[in-house]
């Protein structure tokens, strides 16, 4: 499932990056890594989206988040 679709308030844990090395290396460096479990704070379906993953919040763009894979 992407992360894009994942409600507010839900803890996934996060699988693969569909998309080319520099999106995985740039997710890599704040963090998402697979195995890695995320918290999904903020999810209106439109604009930013915000998760939360070791302790730090990242604001990810729609676009981003539909790439990632989580279970």
């Known amino acids: 499932m992407s992360l894009a679709n994942v409600k507010a ?3 996934v844990r996060f ?3 569909r998309a ?8 890599a460096a704040l963090g998402l890594v ?7 704070v903020s ?3 439109h604009g930013p989206f915000i998760v939360a993953v070791k302790g730090s919040r990242l604001v990810l763009g729609r676009g981003m988040a539909q790439k990632i894979v989580v279970v």
């Not at 080319?20 to 997710?27: C, E, M, N």
């Not at 697979?34 to 999904?40: A, C, F």
Request: no cysteine.
């Open 9 to 11: 308030g839900r803890k």
């Open 15 to 17: 699988v693969n990056v």
């Open 20 to 27: 080319g090395q520099a999106l995985k290396a740039r997710l």
């Open 34 to 40: 697979p195995g890695s479990e995320l918290e999904v």
């Open 43 to 45: 999810n209106s379906f």
